[in-house]
């Protein structure tokens, strides 16, 4: 071939590739999670291959997307700053001829398949939740229209308090993705759920497991928020405190300094409005039993306060406190326990109850708070005398706080500090190493704090304590008997919260409400699972539903003791580290397990019916009962000027209030009959609720 053809062919070769263009075809919009694809068109040269790239990457790279050699994209997982990218095609051919394309890359369209919007509070507050998929951070929540402020919680789920007229049955709500191009709301329709109104009955059932007696005013309030509302109200309203007994008396307790122990108690129980914290606390002082009897009434305040703080916290955080307090130092002998001197035990009294009464009980259970019986049958003991021992040993040194809450300089500490916790002296304090339970043990040479620690660690991961604390929670709250079922269920809640919290006692209290067998009685007149009322719940359950006030010219509430002591029961006052009844106790002659009834007789059911007759005549000293017509039972009895129709009302609102509905028929109608041949308004008052808080259907609480 001639250097001419050859020169030729090549000029006509390079006048080619100076001709080639190209250009890209394909949308110009893209969401992600999707793909787009394009093509090229290449022009003067005889290939049509070409580099597709993204932002200038051949083949693109994870942050801006991908593109196939056939011109496929997928975009990044998440939308690029700038929102667009641009597709580059360029040729194989020299020089390279390219060409490029502006694509916006939008978010997916929202999903939405379902969500609820549920009242939380009485009022308009209500809780937007709204359930779909491809939500994504920026997401925004309207409500019939209306932007609201907008929770992202996941891709799956978006969240909004939001406000809801009164009567509202159903409203619209949608949700807008940002970046997607999106025209309108992607929505549907929900139904307004309201809180459910509680029943007369069921009000006045729970407000008898949560407060010391239901009032006319707080049965109307549950109806109207709901019990779930009712409870969360109740968790959140602060403690209501017990002052510390000034030093020397007031006029208060001039005679004692357990008056004003016991004043504050009963002021708190029958007038405080944190009703749940101080019931929950009165159950919890009969679980940690001190008393008076053994230790100086200016500690009860602060032990009171305690329990009460505590209540609705950790049960782990419960045990570190009583462990820690003056008022169970004094009671228990732990206050002042030194170490002890070589072949000497050190006192083992607290670390012997701590377990026994207070934690996990003497042997072994099922998480349903059976016992776990070995091979023969036999029950198997939770502890060996060696390991009381050994928790003994790491619970010393511990002594007075000195008068700043702070450690004291000497051990014993002689100079009592009653209102702040137990602190260490470090001279004070075994050092040896002590075997506990689970396999733990406790090095040697660990402060007192830590062995503390460590103590309370042991035992409160015992698999023991979620079934034998919540079964006396049960007790004391609900039910003399709950069934293994119910127990296990409380169990299983104070080991897991659901959130993998354990002791959680505001999920344990919560579950101990809320259990099918707590309620059972609400929808079920035959249910009869309850429990004796004990003699102060007896007391101020009456007060407090016939609107009793206080007349003392001090204030003083203490001469209530004098009502409740001779059926054997008064404030911080038991006769032993059992309390005042046990939580074993089974009647006689029955397997019929119920506490309380350990302090029922004939002479305390006459006392009774004695403290019932003293309460309907206004004959109580301090405390000033109306029931003249103008009082609400009054006015009830002598509503309509019908002896038949007013007593009928009279025994229905006695019904509610003494008995949640649960009094038989022929008793209403027999009451209402002999009540309605009194002409007397106060006297047809007076003998109706005799009658009723005398009767068993008042004495036990079902």
Not at 203 to 232: C, I
Request: charged share 10%.
């Amino acid at each position: 071939m001639s250097l001419v053809f050859l020169l030729a062919a090549s000029s006509s070769a390079l006048r080619a590739q100076a001709a080639a263009s190209v250009s890209i075809a394909g949308p110009t919009e893209v969401r992600l999670a999707g793909y787009a694809s394009y093509s090229a068109l290449v022009r003067g040269v005889p290939s049509t291959a070409v580099v597709w790239s993204v932002n200038g990457y051949a083949g693109g790279i994870a942050s801006t997307g991908t593109i196939s050699p056939s011109g496929v994209y997928a975009p990044a997982s998440q939308i690029v700053a700038g929102h667009s990218v641009t597709i580059g095609a360029a040729t194989h051919t020299v020089p390279v001829s390219s060409a490029s394309l502006s694509v916006k890359v939008l978010n997916q369209l929202p999903i939405v398949s379902g969500g609820s919007i549920t009242q939380t509070a009485p009022g308009t507050s209500f809780l937007l939740d709204l359930h779909g998929s491809d939500f994504v951070s920026g997401s925004q929540l309207q409500l019939a229209g209306t932007n609201v402020t907008t929770i992202f919680l996941s891709s799956n789920e978006l969240e909004s308090t939001v406000s809801v007229p009164p009567g509202t049955a159903t409203v619209r709500v949608g949700v807008l993705n940002p970046n997607a191009a999106q025209a309108s709301a992607v929505s549907l329709t929900l139904a307004v759920q309201t809180l459910p109104l509680a029943s007369l009955a069921e009000a006045a059932r729970l407000l008898d497991q949560t407060t010391f007696g239901p009032t006319l005013a707080s049965v109307q309030h549950l109806q109207q928020v709901g019990m779930a509302a009712y409870l969360n109200e109740q968790f959140s309203t602060p403690t209501t405190r017990m002052p510390a007994i000034p030093n020397p008396p007031v006029a208060l307790c001039p005679d004692a300094t357990f008056r004003c122990a016991q004043s504050s108690f009963w002021r708190n129980a029958l007038t405080a409005n944190d009703q749940l914290r101080q019931r929950v606390a009165f159950a919890l002082s009969e679980i940690f039993v001190v008393s008076t009897d053994m230790v100086n009434a200016r500690t009860i305040p602060s032990y009171g306060n305690l329990l009460a703080d505590d209540a609705f916290g950790n049960f782990r955080q419960i045990m570190n406190d009583v462990a820690t307090s003056a008022a169970m130092g004094e009671y228990l002998n732990m206050l002042d326990s030194g170490a002890p001197a070589a072949g000497q035990i050190a006192n083992e009294n607290f670390a012997r109850e701590f377990m026994q009464l207070f934690t996990t009980g003497l042997y072994l259970l099922n998480a349903d708070g059976s016992p776990q019986l070995n091979a023969q049958g036999e029950l198997q003991p939770v502890y060996t005398e060696l390991q009381v021992q050994a928790y003994a040993r790491a619970l010393t040194g511990w002594t007075y706080a000195n008068f700043t809450g702070g450690v004291p300089t000497s051990f014993p500490n002689g100079w009592p500090n009653y209102d702040q916790p137990m602190q260490p002296v470090a001279g004070a304090h075994d050092l040896s190493a002590k075997a506990l339970l689970n396999g733990v043990t406790l090095p040697a040479g660990q402060t007192a704090q830590e062995d503390l620690s460590g103590v309370i660690d042991s035992i409160f991961n015992h698999p023991n304590v979620g079934p034998f604390v919540g079964r006396q929670l049960i007790q004391h709250l609900v039910t003399s008997t709950p069934s293994p079922a119910y127990v296990g269920r409380v169990a299983a809640v104070f080991d897991n919260n659901g959130s993998g919290v354990r002791g959680d006692m505001k999920a344990v209290i919560t579950a101990i409400l809320n259990d099918p067998e707590a309620r059972a009685a609400d929808t079920d007149p035959t249910a009869n699972d309850g429990h004796l009322r004990e003699p102060i719940l007896y007391f101020t359950g009456i007060l407090r539903a016939l609107q009793f006030t206080n007349v003392n010219p001090q204030g003083r509430y203490d001469v209530a003791t004098n009502y409740t002591s001779p059926l054997g029961e008064t404030p911080y006052g038991a006769e032993s580290v059992f309390n005042f009844f046990p939580p074993s106790y089974v009647i006689p002659g029955t397997t019929l397990n119920a506490p309380e009834f350990a302090q029922e007789n004939t002479s305390a059911a006459t006392l009774r019916m004695t403290l019932a007759d003293a309460i309907v005549r206004n004959h109580l000293t301090t405390f000033n009962i109306d029931m003249g017509v103008t009082s609400l039972l009054g006015m009830i009895a002598s509503a309509t000027g019908n002896p038949a129709t007013d007593s009928a009302n009279l025994v229905t609102a006695l019904n509610i209030l003494f008995t949640h509905d649960q009094m038989p028929v022929p008793m209403q109608a027999a009451i209402a009959a002999y009540a309605a041949a009194l002409n007397v308004i106060g006297q047809r008052v007076r003998v109706a609720t005799w009658l009723v808080i005398s009767s068993n259907f008042y004495k036990i609480d079902h």
